[in-house]
């Protein structure tokens, strides 16, 4: 398909000897000529090709730069007429259309191929009423630049849905970026424009042409495009994946156990800087036996979609279709996904179905007027960001997310999206002042349109793809987060189905309450307390994210206050507390082995804290094998995770006890076997320290102890068991005595 260099404009082949002249030259009239040439003819098909009419078979071509056009047809040759401006076109005495190929003559040399408008389209009608009604949830395999076979000619048909537009034309590497050449056809009011460029294979690289409706072109990247450029290049790539897979042992009992029923404590990472200049393939070398090590069910990618700045994390998406090329390609990126998943380790991905940058090269104004956004500017713009909300009410832009959902779980092995910014999504007046919003249709601030989107996204999720699990990044109090779709709530609202819920409460109440100096910790006991008051409103994800360790907040472990013993004895107090609390587990990147500078995207987490040629390596060293004994000792405790969601599975020992800074609680697994957490947060130890307890349990072995030595702590514990004595407290008939560690957290299970 792809044509040598043009030559200059102006020249013209002789005919050849042995060729049929064509002495009729139907050429294309003049307004069909002019809208072709300028891009915005909605049926070049029916123009161009080969038709039947009376007299014999019209034949015309657009070939800019060509010197020549035959056809070539078994042992027929006829040279079409030279029209101008790339137009070439003959009447030939046929009786009906030949199987017939093009020998186009260029400066210098000739090249025979398929006419690419003898195809019929490569879009049926079931595709086509699935995109109007919004229900196609496979859209990536209607969409888009796929290679294929048409009517046993190879090729890649080309798809995109631009409603708005008066043409569009294809511009790639394989026709210098002059799509003149190569128009779409509109299918009838889908608003989807289609063509099948025959020749044209996998790795060359495309976007569309698009003729606004004020006549002015614009030269777009494909939205479901599955493979981009490095940025900061921003062409489409053709892209087949010929990737296998081995993961199908950890597919087939994924969804084994409800996800709020399992353990499940995630390791959140930036892949471009966890460790900087790695690949996806050596990331799938490196990451999984690092995640395994230290014991974390799963990982959570910052979002892995296309972007055009880096320094957006991944939050400002182009590409929804595409993994980012900054790091391979997408079969590099299954790469990765398949040797977690071979080393036990599941895969959570940031999705960003929220909003989208402004570049015009990508989705702003696609077609030349409001597509993907919302038409009402007030609507459309994100006060916060600088991006573009999504119109959520328009069916085809929610049928472009929900396809997406399903996209990356079922394309890439994905088994968990965590949706970025629901708050923002799910109120009218976010970040808004009054007057910068109007009220929906019932008075009240909530976007129903994006309720509907939310509710249809989770439960075509789930339906198609078992074992996989949505968690919110939700910041408010909306009723029903992972309520099931079909049950509604106070609020009159069903639930918005996801499976899982950020506690932002949690993470910012309790980094409240460790900043303070532990003196001060007792007018703030509250703050550790208060979770439990809502924590089975909804099925939590405890988070220390990205969010709460750049722009100033520090990391961690710098939260804490006093000098670096007490910074990392807080440190290991507070992971033992959360490890311990109902919810799952989140820690991003870094903070388990306690880095004491901020996060930056630009050289990643320090590791070289944990050189041992460097002195205070013990140290970080320490922290980082208490994350491992924590995810171990997790994971081997049901009590722990089997009733996160279950209000039985809690049980206060002691929630009152402000003036020690002590927290006592037990959990209990679905057989009612307890664990005893006991948190203190006074930088003293506290002797003879009495805890009431159940009086079934004959003696209490300490199973984990944050004050260890080898975590860098003191070494203050109870190597023997703990035998309760008869003596009441708290309310229970029997009691124990601890010596409490300064500043740590102690487990303690049935001996």
């Known amino acids: 398909m792809t044509p040598p260099k043009p030559p200059k404009k102006g020249k013209k082949a002789a005919g050849k000897k042995g060729k049929k002249d064509v002495s009729f030259s139907p050429a294309p009239d003049a307004a069909d000529r002019e809208r072709l040439l300028h891009g915005t003819h909605h049926d070049p098909h029916s123009v161009l ?53 093009l020998l186009v003559e260029y400066e210098g040399t000739a090249l025979e191929t398929e006419d690419a408008y003898r195809f019929l389209p490569t879009l049926g009608e079931l595709d086509l009423h699935l995109i109007g009604e919004g229900r196609h949830e496979e859209l990536w395999t209607a969409l888009g630049a796929h290679p294929t076979v048409h009517e046993g000619v190879p090729g890649t048909r080309f798809s995109v849905w631009a409603p708005n537009a008066r043409g569009v034309r294809v511009a ?36 569309f042409d698009i003729a606004r409706p004020d006549g002015s072109h614009t030269l777009r990247a494909d939205p479901l495009a599955r493979r981009t450029e490095v940025p900061p290049a921003t062409s489409s790539i053709v892209h087949t994946s010929r990737y296998e897979w081995g993961d199908e042992e950890w597919l ?31 990331l799938a070398r490196q ?64 999705w960003v179905p929220a909003h989208f940058p402004r570049d015009e090269w990508a989705l702003a104004e696609f077609d030349g007027r409001p597509l993907y956004e919302h038409e009402d500017p007030l609507r459309a713009a994100h006060p916060d960001w600088g991006t573009l909300e999504f119109d959520f ?44 919003w109007t009220p929906n249709e019932h008075g009240g601030r909530e976007n129903l349109d994006a309720v509907a989107f939310l509710q249809e996204m989770n439960a075509t999720v789930y339906r198609r793809n078992p074992g996989v699990v949505t968690v919110a990044e939700e910041s408010t109090a909306w009723d029903g987060v992972t309520r099931a779709t079909h049950h509604r709530g106070p609020s009159g609202f069903g639930g918005l189905g996801f499976g899982l819920k950020w506690n932002m409460g949690w993470m910012h109440d309790s980094l409240q309450y460790m900043a303070h100096e532990p003196v001060h910790r007792k007018y703030h006991h ?37 000098d670096w013993w007490r910074q990392r004895a807080d440190l290991r107090a507070y992971l033992g507390f959360m490890w311990a609390h109902p919810g799952k587990q989140l820690l991003f990147m870094g903070q388990e082995f306690a880095q004491g500078a901020e996060w930056s995207e630009a050289h990643g987490p320090d590791w070289w804290l944990l050189d041992s040629a ?88 300490e199973t984990l102890n944050t004050d260890a030595e080898r975590y ?16 009441p407290w708290h309310g229970r008939p029997a009691s124990i005595r601890l010596t409490l560690p300064p500043l740590a957290t102690v487990w303690l299970r049935p001996a």
């Open 49 to 101: 090709g080969a038709h039947p009419r009376p007299g014999g078979v019209v034949f015309r071509a657009l070939r800019p730069y060509a010197r020549s056009v035959t056809v070539v047809a078994g042992g027929l040759r006829a040279e079409l007429h030279d029209d101008g401006d790339g137009f070439f076109s003959g009447l030939l005495p046929l009786t009906e259309v030949p199987a017939y190929r």
């Open 172 to 207: 790639g590497s394989f026709n210098f970026w002059d799509g003149t050449g190569c128009p779409m056809r509109s299918l009838g009011s889908s608003g989807v424009w289609e063509v099948f460029l025959p020749g044209v294979g996998e790795g060359e690289l495309y976007k």
């Open 252 to 282: 087939a009992r994924r969804g084994e156990i409800p996800v709020h029923e399992a353990p499940f404590s995630v390791y959140e990472v930036h892949l471009a800087s966890w460790r900087p200049g790695l690949t996806y393939r050596q």
């Open 287 to 350: 990451l999984p036996s690092y995640v395994s090590d230290l014991g974390f069910t799963h990982v959570e990618l910052m979002p892995v979609a296309e972007h055009p700045f880096g320094g957006s994390w991944g939050y400002q998406v182009t590409g929804f279709y595409a993994p980012t090329a900054r790091l391979g390609t997408p079969d590099d990126f299954k790469c990765l996904v398949d040797a977690l998943h071979r080393a036990g380790i599941g895969v959570l991905m940031d």
């Open 393 to 436: 009410g328009r069916r085809e832009v929610r049928n472009f997310l929900v396809a997406n959902a399903t996209y990356w779980c079922e394309e890439f092995h994905i088994d968990g999206l965590r949706v970025d910014a629901v708050a923002s999504m799910l109120y009218l007046d976010y970040s808004r002042e009054p007057g910068q």
């Open 526 to 562: 509250h703050e550790l307390t208060f979770s439990m008051v809502y924590a089975y409103s909804e099925n939590y994800v405890l988070p220390i994210s990205h969010d709460e360790v750049v722009h100033g907040k520090r990391s961690l472990v710098s939260k804490m206050p006093g």
């Open 614 to 701: 460097y002195g205070a390596e013990p140290d970080h060293r320490g922290v980082r094998d208490l994350v491992r004994d924590l995810n171990t000792a997790y994971r081997a405790t049901p009590a722990l995770w089997q009733r996160d969601t279950d209000p039985a599975g809690f049980e206060w020992v002691v929630g009152d006890a402000a003036d020690d800074n002590v927290f006592a609680f037990l959990r209990h697994d679905a057989e009612g076997a307890p664990l005893l957490c006991v948190s203190h947060l006074s930088p003293v130890v506290r002797h003879d320290y009495r805890l009431g307890v159940p009086e079934d349990i004959p003696a209490w072995h």
């Open 712 to 727: 860098g702590g003191g070494g203050v514990g109870h190597p023997d068991p703990l035998k309760p004595e008869p003596q």
